[in-house]
C-alpha cells in the first residue's frame, strides 16, 4: 500500500514547474520529486495534518497528473472537458475499487485545485523502492533466497486475483509497477493508469518487454487482444525476480514475431525450477 522512494517507472527529466518547497491544499508539503513521465510528477509530500497528531512526519507520495490537453487523441465521452481528464478520473476509479488490498498501493484521496489543470493524487509512500529498481541492483537481495522470492511472487498474484474479482484488468503489468517495503518483504501493486473493465482492447496500452509476444503483435496489426483474467500473459513480470532480467526482453517486432512462432529461447533452469514448484 506504498510508494516507492526510488523508482524506475517514471523519466526523472521533467520540464514542469516544480513544486518543491510549496504547500498544497495548506496540508502537504513538498518534500522532492520522486520522478516524472508524460503526463504527470510524483513527489514525496509530509502530510502536516496527520504529523501533528504523531510524534513524528507522516510522509505520502503525491502524484500530480496533467489533465490539460491542447491537442486531444480522442474525443472524450459526454461530461469530460478533455479525454486526459477522462483518463485520470478513470484510474482514480479503479484505484479507489480496488485500494483496500494489503498489497495494493492505498489511494487515499484525489483532487482538482482551483485554477489549476492538474489532478493530485494522495497515496501511501515507501522507501523501498520498486521491483526492478531492485532487479538492476548489483547484489539483487532476491536471488538465491527462494523463500522471499515466492512471497513476491504470490503476493503479487494475491493482488492481481483481487483487482480481477473486481472486474478490473490492470492492462501494464512490469516490474517498475511493483513496488517493495523497505525490508524487501511485501510487495504493492501500484499505477492504474491504463486499468480498463473490458474483455478486449484494440487500444496499444502497455509496455512492450512486459507483453506476451502474441498481444504484441495483434496490437501492432490493430487486431483486438483477449484480455482473459486468467491467460497467463505477464509471466514475465512473474519470474523476473528469479532471472534478473526481463521474459520477453527484445523491443522489436521480428523478434516477437518469432516468440509467437514458438522460437523463444530456453528459460533458465532456475526459472524453470522455481515456476514448477509454485505450480
Known amino acids: 500500500m506504498t510508494v516507492a522512494a526510488r523508482s524506475n517507472l517514471l523519466d526523472t527529466s521533467d520540464s514542469r514547474p516544480s513544486l518543491i518547497g510549496q504547500k498544497v491544499c495548506d496540508r502537504y508539503l513538498v518534500q522532492r520529486r520522486i520522478g516524472a513521465g508524460t503526463f504527470g510528477t510524483v513527489y514525496k509530500v509530509v502530510d502536516l495534518e496527520l504529523s501533528d497528531l504523531v510524534d513524528g512526519y507522516v510522509c505520502r507520495a503525491m502524484k500530480v497528473i496533467d489533465v490539460a490537453d491542447p491537442n486531444p487523441p480522442r474525443i ?21 475499487l480496488v485500494s483496500s488490498h494489503p498489497n495494493i498501493v492505498t489511494l487515499h484521496e484525489s483532487f482538482i485545485m482551483a485554477n489549476r489543470e492538474e489532478m493530485f493524487l494522495i497515496l501511501d509512500y515507501c522507501a523501498g523502492g520498486d521491483l526492478k529498481t531492485c532487479i538492476n541492483e548489483k547484489h539483487n537481495p532476491l536471488v538465491g533466497d527462494d523463500r522471499r522470492m515466492r512471497e513476491i511472487i504470490l503476493q503479487i498474484c494475491g493482488a492481481v486475483d483481487f483487482i480481477h474479482s473486481k472486474g478490473v484488468v490492470h492492462k501494464d503489468l512490469k516490474p517498475q509497477n ?102
Do not use: W
Open 178 to 279: 511493483i513496488l517493495i517495503s523497505r525490508n524487501g518483504r511485501k510487495a504493492f501493486l501500484c499505477d492504474f493508469g491504463l486499468s480498463t473493465d473490458t474483455q478486449t482492447s484494440t487500444y496499444g496500452g502497455g509496455t512492450k518487454p512486459y507483453m506476451s509476444p502474441g498481444k504484441e503483435s495483434r496490437l501492432t496489426c490493430g487486431a483486438s487482444i483477449d484480455l482473459d483474467r486468467r491467460t497467463p500473459g505477464q509471466t514475465g513480470v512473474l519470474l523476473s525476480p528469479a532471472s534478473g532480467c526481463l521474459d520477453f526482453r527484445h523491443h522489436n517486432l521480428e523478434y516477437a514475431r518469432a516468440l509467437a512462432m514458438g522460437q523463444r529461447h530456453t528459460p533458465q533452469q532456475k526459472i524453470r525450477q522455481i515456476h514448477h514448484e509454485l505450480r
Open 76 to 96: 472524450p465521452p459526454p461530461g469530460y472537458v478533455n479525454y486526459r481528464l477522462y483518463q485520470a478520473t478513470r484510474e482514480v476509479y479503479y484505484h479507489q
